[in-house]
T-cell receptor
Framework: EPEVTQTPSHQVTQMGQEVILRCVPI?????FYWYRQILGQKVEFLVS????????KSEIFDDQFSVERPDGSNFTLKIRSTKLEDSAMYFC??????????FGEGSRLTVL | QKEVEQDPGPLSVPEGAIVSLNCTYS??????FMWYRQYSRKGPELLMY????GNKEDGRFTAQVDKSSKYISLFIRDSQPSDSATYLC???????????FGEGTQLTVNP
């Protein structure tokens, strides 16, 4: 069964460092998303991406965040200068048409 | 007021019980309603997806949406220990692409 894959599964970084989280969406999907879940809190929308541009972003997705689809398969989330409060699980998701999102297993980011 | 509210539990039931999980929402623009299951330290897994009001059944799972009261439910019949997980409700407007999630209800089914 096709699935969304994410790397790394866990990354530990120092505050102020740049982090890139990678995702390979399901191959025929057209819409891509990043969500995050701080430990013990709800899953929160960060950004959606369609046709090689951001289609929607939340108030969380500030100038420290960026997304890119550098080739036909990868979808990345970059955090330029990590803060302690960026520690969370980051989930990539994809869908053919908006609604039925399929999530990856997540990348756990720990900022020290 | 939170856009989607869900009792976080925890909820503990014996094996074979009928489980009822619920969410309320405040935004009348929400038209799509989903239930996800999330095992510990894993990504959410889509269980049920419904549009507007009504019922949808899939095996042991039944999703109900009552838009007049802004209330969504998930029923699990003949619950199994493997159903132990956190259940997340999620909603979406017709326009836009973001999902708004509830806090999740932690369910334990005891053998």
């Amino acid at each position: 069964e096709p699935e969304v894959t994410q790397t790394p599964s866990h990354q530990v970084t120092q505050m102020g460092q740049e982090v890139i989280l990678r995702c390979v969406p399901i191959s025929n999907h057209l819409y891509f998303y990043w969500y995050r879940q701080i430990l013990g809190q709800k899953v929160e929308f960060l950004v959606s991406f369609y046709n090689n541009e951001i289609s929607e972003k939340s108030e969380i997705f500030d100038d420290q965040f960026s997304v890119e689809r550098p080739d036909g398969s990868n979808f990345t989330l970059k955090i330029r200068s990590t803060k302690l409060e960026d520690s969370a699980m980051y989930f990539c998701a994809s869908v053919i048409y908006p609604g039925e999102l399929f999530f990856g297993e997540g990348s756990r980011l720990t900022v020290l | 007021q939170k856009e989607v509210e869900q009792d976080p539990g925890p909820l503990s039931v014996p094996e074979g019980a009928i489980v009822s999980l619920n969410c309320t929402y405040s935004n009348s623009a929400f038209q799509y309603f989903m239930w996800y299951r999330q095992y510990s330290r894993k990504g959410p897994e889509l269980l049920m997806y419904t549009y507007s009001s009504g019922n949808k059944e899939d095996g042991r799972f039944t999703a109900q949406v009552d838009k007049s009261s802004k209330y969504i439910s998930l029923f699990i019949r003949d619950s199994q220990p493997s159903d132990s997980a956190t259940y997340l409700c999620a909603t979406k407007e017709t326009s836009g692409s973001r999902l708004t999630f509830g806090e999740g209800t932690q369910l334990t089914v005891n053998p």
